[in-house]
T-cell receptor, first 117, second 115 residues
Framework: GAVVSQHPSWVICKSGTSVKIECRSLDFQATTMFWYRQFPKQSLMLMATSNEGSKATYEQGVEKDKFLINHASLTLSTLTVTSAHPEDSSFYIC?????????????FGPGTRLTVT | AQKVTQAQTEISVVEKEDVTLDCVYETRDTTYYLFWYKQPPSGELVFLIRRNSFDEQNEISGRYSWNFQKSTSSFNFTITASQVVDSAVYFCALSRVQGAQKLVFGQGTRLTINP
């Protein structure tokens, strides 16, 4: 149980274009989803927290107009990197947390490696 | 503010040795969760353990064991009789009990087990 998928697993795009990454919880409903960015040999940095049906909450220093997050359903959240630049090249990881008040751990997707040329 | 420190950036040991990964955390919360995750070369995070702050019992799961010392704000992870498949980056993380329970990760420890 508790599987989270991401699509695509890797993507190469040209500078100035936008790219969308999907995060899906396959066998549970995720009230909350999280988006992380991980640069090579570094830790995971939380970018934003999204709750189904409401606007995402961005961490300090993350440009909300550049990283658009949509959590349209209880099983799908998307991250769109707009006007991508080479410095946006990174490993993007989503996680999903089931609904309710329990101490549910976050289930992580396999990540999406973005390369901007 | 919450903070997690993993002082060991890289550790390299020979197979079958025991190895301990250190984790020190800071929080003003009286209750919180602590986690360990494994990130193999594939990149996908693997959940290893969650520990509630009120439960200071040490835990053992096969070759893995965890030592939670609230007095020193540490949550160390030991692998006994290490194997090559244990090679990965290991992250310690902390979250609040309330709210979204966002994870704050340590810098990670890259563990290499040599045959």
């Amino acid at each position: 149980g508790a599987v989270v998928s991401q699509h695509p697993s890797w993507v190469i795009c040209k500078s100035g274009t936008s790219v969308k990454i999907e995060c899906r919880s396959l066998d549970f409903q995720a009230t909350t989803m999280f988006w992380y960015r991980q640069f090579p040999k570094q830790s995971l940095m939380l970018m934003a927290t999204s709750n189904e049906g409401s606007k995402a909450t961005y961490e300090q220093g993350v440009e909300k107009d550049k990283f658009l997050i949509n959590h349209a359903s209880l099983t799908l959240s998307t991250l769109t990197v707009t006007s991508a630049h080479p410095e946006d090249s990174s490993f993007y990881i989503c996680s999903a947390r089931p609904g309710g008040a329990g101490p549910y751990e976050q289930y992580f997707g396999p990540g999406t490696r973005l390369t901007v040329t | 503010a919450q903070k997690v420190t993993q002082a060991q950036t890289e550790i390299s040991v020979v197979e079958k040795e025991d190895v301990t990964l250190d984790c020190v955390y800071e929080t003003r919360d009286t209750t919180y969760y602590l986690f360990w995750y494994k990130q193999p070369p594939s990149g996908e995070l693997v959940f290893l353990i969650r520990r509630n702050s009120f439960d200071e019992q040490n835990e053992i799961s096969g070759r893995y064991s965890w030592n939670f010392q609230k007095s020193t704000s540490s949550f160390n992870f030991t692998i006994t009789a290490s194997q090559v498949v244990d090679s990965a980056v290991y992250f310690c993380a902390l979250s609040r009990v309330q709210g979204a329970q966002k994870l704050v990760f340590g810098q990670g420890t890259r563990l290499t087990i040599n045959p």
